[in-house]
Nanobody
Framework: QVRLVESGGGLVQAGGSLRLTCAAS????????MGWFRQAPGKEREFVAT????????RYADSVKGRFTISKDNAKNTVYLQMNSLKPEDTAVYYC?????????????????WGQGTQVTVSS
């Protein structure tokens, strides 16, 4: 079992930046693909970004492509989400998620481990 703890959320003005951090415990992190998802009030949880086990393959939702960057540091058991040019529509609770597979996927049902979430609020 891998425990995931997100941090780095907060309130930022439109156009600003935030970096989310997801710290993982457990031996399997280095061989796990990871993902970030988000859920806005009244909406379903949606895919944001995913990265494969070694950090060489990434995929992004169209809504964040070119603005967000996912990265993974296996030595630190940490995955990051750098968010630039933030928009009010990026406001949501952001969740880190981990697979027991090395490969990326955008399907949340394929992720076994989830963090508790961190709130990101972008003001206009």
């Amino acid at each position: 079992q891998v425990r995931l703890v997100e941090s780095g959320g907060g309130l930022v003005q439109a156009g600003g930046s935030l970096r989310l951090t997801c710290a993982a415990s457990g031996r399997s992190f280095s061989s796990s693909a990871m993902g970030w998802f988000r859920q806005a009030p009244g909406k379903e949880r949606e895919f944001v970004a995913t990265i494969n086990w070694i950090g060489l393959i990434r995929r992004y939702a169209d809504s964040v492509k070119g603005r967000f960057t996912i990265s993974k540091d296996n030595a630190k058991n940490t995955v990051y989400l750098q968010m630039n040019s933030l928009k009010p529509e990026d406001t949501a609770v952001y969740y880190c998620a981990g697979r027991i597979s090395t490969d990326i996927t955008m399907d949340p049902s394929e992720y076994k481990n989830w963090g508790q979430g961190t709130q990101v609020t972008v003001s206009s």
